[in-house]
C-alpha cells in the first residue's frame, strides 16, 4: 500500500532532510563540476590548443563513460552490505588528483585518459548516494528526496557555467581543471564530517524518528520482496525483463542529457556569436529552469503515485524543445528560449526514475539492479557526446541535435511501456502471488 507522508509527518521529525541531503548534494555538484567543466574547456581554448575536432571532442566528453562503468554494480553493492560513505570519501581524494592532473595535460590522448580515469573514479557514486537516500527516506518520501540530490546536476550547471566562463577568460582552460578539482578538498572535509550510513548510526537522530524510520522502510521491504529473494543474486535481478526495459529507457535518456549538456556551451556560442563569459552566463538560465522542473514533476508524481506518465511526460518535452531549438535557429531567442526548454525537462525525469528500483526489487538487490541500470544505461553518456561530434563532422550541428531528439523520444516510449507495477500504490507482483498462494 502506498503511504502519503502526510499521514506522520505532525509525529515524526524530519531532521533527516537537513542532515542527510545538504551533504550528498554538495559532493554530487561537485562530482559533476569536473566531469562537464570540459564542456566550456573545450571551446575557450582547449580544442585550440590541443588540436581537437569534432570527433575527438565528442569521444573527449563521452570516454567517460567507458569507465564510468566499473564500479557501478560493486558501488551499489558497498552502500547495501558495507560503507558507501568511505567509498565516496576515497572517490573524492581520486577527483581532487586526475581533475588537478588535467590541468598540466599536453596531448589530447593524456586527455583521454584522464577523462577515463575520472570515470572509473566517478562510476559508483550515483548509485551509493541512491541507496544511502533508500536508507534515509521511505517510498512515500523517495521520489522528492531523490530530486533533490539529483539536482546536483542544475545546480552544478548554474555554478559551473559563469565560474568557467569567468576562469577561462581571466586565467585560461588550464586554471579551470585545477581550481575546479581542488574544491573537492573542501567537499571531502564536509562529507566525513557530516555523512551516515543508516539511521542506526547516526548519533543526532531522535528515537522517534530512527523507531519510525527502520519499522516503516522494514515494513516495505517486507511487502517489496518477502523472505523468498532476501538472498537473491545479481543474476535474479537481471532476469527480470524489465530491468532491461529501465536500461534501455535510461541509455536513450542519458544520450540526450550529456549530448545535450556537453555541447551546450558551443551551440550556444555558435548560435549567439559571443565571448565565453558571455556563454557561460546564458548557460545558467536552462539549469534553473531545471530546477523548477525537477521541484514540479517529482511532487506530482509523488502526490498522484504515478511513476510511469511522469517519467514520460519531461521526456517528451526534452525531445520536443530539443527539435525546436534547430527549427527556431533563425530567430536567436527563440531558440535560446526552446534551448531553455530542454533545461526545464533535463532532470525532471530523473528523481521519479530512480524511484522505479526500490518498488520491483528487495534492499538485498535494488543496489545491485541501481548499479546495473546506471551502468548500462550510462552508456548513453558515451554515445551521445560522441555521436554529436561525427554528426558534426560528416554532417551539421543540426544533425547531432535531431538525434538527441530521436533518442528522447524512445526513451518516452519506453517509459509508457513499463509494467503497471512500477507506479506508487501498486501492489508489487511478488506481494500478489504471496496474497493468493496463502488464501488459497
Not at 19 to 28: A, E, F, G, K, S
Not at 402 to 423: F, G, Q, R
Amino acid at each position: 500500500m502506498h503511504t502519503s507522508s502526510n499521514s506522520v509527518s505532525a509525529d515524526i521529525p524530519r531532521q533527516r532532510w537537513l542532515r542527510i541531503i545538504p551533504p550528498i548534494l554538495i559532493t554530487c555538484i561537485i562530482s559533476y563540476m569536473d566531469r562537464v567543466n570540459i564542456a566550456f574547456a573545450m571551446p575557450g581554448g582547449m580544442d585550440t590548443e590541443l588540436g581537437i575536432s569534432a570527433t575527438m571532442a565528442g569521444l573527449a566528453g563521452g570516454i567517460f563513460f567507458i569507465g564510468y562503468l566499473f564500479l557501478q554494480v560493486p558501488g551499489g553493492k558497498i552502500a547495501v552490505h558495507g560503507s558507501g560513505k568511505k567509498f565516496i570519501g576515497w572517490s573524492l581524494v581520486a577527483w581532487v588528483i586526475i581533475s588537478v592532473l588535467t590541468g598540466f595535460i599536453t596531448n589530447q590522448y593524456q586527455l583521454l585518459i584522464l577523462r577515463f580515469l575520472l570515470g572509473v573514479a566517478e562510476g559508483g557514486m550515483l548509485p551509493v548516494v541512491l541507496t544511502m537516500i533508500s536508507n534515509w527516506f521511505p517510498d512515500a518520501e523517495r521520489g522528492r528526496a531523490n530530486a533533490i540530490v539529483i539536482m546536483f546536476v542544475p545546480i552544478a550547471g548554474i555554478i559551473t557555467a559563469p565560474l568557467s566562463g569567468w576562469l577561462i577568460t581571466a586565467l585560461d582552460w588550464r586554471w579551470l581543471f585545477i581550481i575546479e578539482g581542488l574544491l573537492s578538498v573542501a567537499v571531502l572535509v564536509l562529507w566525513t564530517q557530516t555523512i551516515y550510513d543508516r539511521p542506526q548510526e547516526a548519533r543526532w537522530i531522535s528515537d522517534a524518528e530512527k523507531n519510525w524510520l527502520i519499522d516503516t522502510l522494514a515494513a516495505e521491504q517486507q511487502e517489496i520482496a518477502g523472505k523468498a529473494v532476501k538472498n537473491a543474486s545479481l543474476s535474479a535481478v537481471l532476469a527480470d525483463k524489465t530491468i532491461w526495459q529501465l536500461i534501455a529507457l535510461n541509455f536513450f535518456y542519458q544520450t540526450g542529457i550529456y549530448g545535450y549538456t556537453l555541447w551546450l556551451p558551443t551551440i550556444l556560442k555558435e548560435l549567439t556569436h559571443t565571448s565565453m563569459g558571455q556563454v557561460g552566463m546564458l548557460a545558467i538560465l536552462p539549469y534553473i529552469g531545471a530546477i523548477a522542473g525537477m521541484f514540479l514533476i517529482s511532487s506530482l508524481s509523488d502526490r498522484t503515485g504515478k511513476r510511469k506518465l511522469f517519467v514520460a511526460l519531461p521526456l517528451i518535452g526534452f525531445a520536443l524543445s530539443m527539435f525546436l531549438s534547430v527549427q527556431l535557429k533563425e530567430h536567436i531567442w527563440l531558440s535560446y528560449a526552446a534551448l531553455v526548454g530542454c533545461g526545464f525537462f533535463l532532470q525532471s525525469a530523473a528523481g521519479v526514475f530512480w524511484t522505479i528500483p526500490a518498488r520491483l526489487f528487495s534492499a538485498e538487490m535494488a543496489g545491485g539492479a541501481r548499479g546495473v541500470i546506471n551502468a548500462l544505461g550510462n552508456l548513453g553518456g558515451f554515445c551521445g557526446p560522441y555521436a554529436v561530434g561525427v554528426l558534426i563532422t560528416l554532417y551539421s550541428k543540426d544533425a547531432g541535435v535531431y538525434c538527441l531528439a530521436i533518442s528522447l523520444a524512445l526513451a518516452a516510449l519506453l517509459a509508457l511501456l513499463l509494467p503497471a507495477k512500477c507506479d506508487a500504490g501498486t501492489a508489487p507482483v511478488n506481494n500478489n502471488l504471496s496474497a493468493r498462494k496463502h488464501a488459497a
